[in-house]
């Protein structure tokens, strides 16, 4: 299975992307098409085929759809409590795995996405090797904590995440990442609520990619990572403003919400990369209300 025959098989249901999945393919770097090549084929092993990878791109195409009407007309996103979403969500495994096999391929197909994977990755490259402790909050698919364990600057890698088919999946991504015969002690995953998890070290860096906005309240994420990054460590997060999904619970409406979440919690932002909405500019995705992706680097 290569990339071209999944981007086919979405057009067959959804030709009205055409246009940004041929622009998508053009712009993605060696690097980049190595990666969403290497996935696919993880995935083809799994027994996954083109069109299994298209309907689960297309699923999570048409709920943020249906989420955006509703955004649209209400003002604000259909649920904020995690119960209202977490069976229907995280602990559903079919529903999950689809939503997280489309969350994967967007990491390469969507603009804004593929922003904020690649200021990842751009963090990553400059991180000095030799570091100690990584640690993700809801890995979900696994592509940025595999590509974080290929990177190989950090001695152990710990995943925490509160949805056991997010865990799975990306089990079999660090596997698929770090090859076989890899010492398994090197990464961990554990299945559980961040919130409630303690830790018997601190971390040199704490990834949190799109968590925040699925939380009831995000400060006391930040305030817990707070206490588990090491003194000189730095945590990333990315999150989104005004971006309805089936299960975000928790709306911000502007990047300094975002910030004095942050600056409350006894952080401070060392970079940040603020993406507007395809084809506008920040000021009109703020007028329109469209949705706004945000990442951040923060210390103590
Ligand atoms: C939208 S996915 C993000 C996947 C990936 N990090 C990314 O940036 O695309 C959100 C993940 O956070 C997990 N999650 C949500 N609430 C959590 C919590 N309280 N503790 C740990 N993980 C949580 C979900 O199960 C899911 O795997």
């Known amino acids: 299975m290569d990339l071209t025959q999944v981007v086919s098989s979405i057009l067959e249901t959804n030709p009205r992307q055409a246009a940004m999945l041929a622009r998508a393919q053009e712009t993605l770097r060696e690097d980049e098409r190595s990666e969403v090549e290497a996935y696919l084929a993880l995935e083809a092993d799994f027994g996954f085929t083109p069109k299994d990878l298209s309907s689960a791109y297309n699923l999570v195409v ?54 904020i994977r690649r200021y990842f990755s751009d963090f990553l490259e400059s991180v000095v090797p030799g570091q100690a402790d990584y640690l993700e909050v809801g890995p979900g698919h696994g592509i940025y904590m595999a590509s974080a364990v290929r990177c190989g600057k950090y001695a152990r890698y710990l995943g925490v995440d509160i949805s056991p088919t997010s865990l799975e999946l990306t089990r079999r991504m660090l596997t698929h990442a770090t090859g076989a015969g890899e010492e398994p002690a090197r990464f961990q995953l554990q299945l559980g ?31 817990h990572a707070r206490e ?73």
């Open 62 to 115: 048409l709920d943020t759809l249906r989420e955006q009407m509703f955004f649209r007309r209400n003002g604000r996103y259909r649920h904020q409590r995690f119960s209202d979403v977490a069976s229907s969500v995280y602990f559903s495994p079919d529903y999950m795995r689809q939503y997280m096999q489309g969350l994967a391929l967007t990491g390469f197909l969507w603009p804004n996405h593929v922003s």
């Open 193 to 223: 609520n961040f919130l409630e998890t303690s830790f018997d070290r601190t971390f040199d860096l704490i990834v949190m990619g799109e968590v925040l906005e699925h939380v009831e309240d995000p400060a006391s994420f930040l305030r």
């Open 228 to 300: 588990a990054v090491s003194p000189s460590g730095a945590i990333f997060i990315s999150t989104c403003i005004n971006s309805p999904a089936t299960d975000h619970i928790y709306l911000f409406r502007h990047e300094s919400e975002v910030e004095e979440l942050a600056t409350r919690s006894g952080l401070s932002v060392q970079s940040r990369l603020v993406v507007p909405y395809h084809g506008t500019d920040l000021s009109q995705s703020y007028a329109e209300m469209l949705p706004i992706n945000i990442a951040m680097v923060l210390s103590r």
